[in-house]
């Protein structure tokens, strides 16, 4: 059994840049989904997504903090579903994801209804540390840390 476990691992092991570019695709293809209507509602619609921050305190510039949201849903899920700008747009999607998680938590929604922007966020989080793979645009614009980019750093600098 053990022979049998360590065969299909190692199977699947070999196609993981595939399983990237599949998480990154669905992934990144539903935020841009979710997000698309928010950044076409123009301002009246980033207003009343704005507005959630009067949860924190924050009450001026509710068409700024309903843009960011909305652009870092859309643009963000269009980045990682591409592999651009891969670790930026993670931490702008961690920011986000956050942020919407505890505003429905000190709303009262409860974790019913706060558990997907909890669970996406972790799931941003893990991709920060993963990296967008080989199939992406930050490795074939050279952005991402292969081997040959590290040398390349260190001799610049060092």
Known sequence: MRELYVWFSQGLYSYRNIGLLLFRLGIGGMFM?????KIAGGVEKWTELGQTMAVFGITFAPVFWGFGSAFAEFVGGFLIAVGLFYWPAC???ISNLSIAFLSQMLTDKGLLKASQS??????????LFIGPGKYSLDEYLGLS????????IMKRHW
């Open 118 to 127: 909890l669970e996406d966020g972790f799931s941003f989080l893990a991709a």
């Open 145 to 152: 840390p292969s081997a040959n980019w590290g040398k390349r």
């Open 33 to 37: 989904w979710h997000g698309f209507p």
């Open 91 to 93: 931490l702008l999607l």
